[in-house]
């Protein structure tokens, strides 16, 4: 079965950096799109940023460009999102998400992790 399990969560101070991880199992994680969803309080999900199979491309959305990054080790199976100079506006439900390809434009999520909570305050 497919399991996707966040880590690295907490609270940090604005401007501050934290390093969320996604342990993921059951499928061959190597051939497969991942992503990394937020959920803030009281509001929906936000698409934050995504990676290809092989590492090689990234994509971010504006409101995190230039101080996040996605990365993954393939060998280990584990998915990274690295958050530098942190903003209360980021606070959050950290998810990862595998990627379903619908077609060359459009893209879903077909599994989702629990999700770590990240917490921005002085």
């Known amino acids: 079965q497919v399991q996707l399990v966040e880590s690295g969560g907490g609270l940090v101070q604005p401007g501050g950096s934290l390093r969320v991880s996604c342990a993921a199992s059951?499928?061959?994680?190597?051939?497969?799109?991942m992503n990394w969803v937020r959920q803030a309080p009281g509001k929906g999900l936000e698409w934050v940023a995504s990676?290809?199979?092989?590492?090689?491309?990234?994509y971010y959305a504006d409101s995190v460009k230039g101080r996040f990054t996605i990365s993954r080790d393939n060998v280990e199976n584990t998915l990274y999102l690295q958050m530098n100079s942190l903003k209360p506006e980021d606070a959050a439900v950290y998810y990862c998400?595998?990627?379903?390809?619908?077609?060359?434009?459009?893209?879903?999520?077909?599994?989702w992790g629990q999700g770590t909570q990240v917490t921005v305050s002085s």
């Open positions: 059951g499928f061959t994680f190597s051939n497969h799109a």
């Open positions: 998400a595998k990627e379903l390809y619908i077609s060359r434009w459009i893209r879903g999520y077909d599994y």
């Open positions: 990676i290809n199979s092989g590492g090689g491309s990234t």
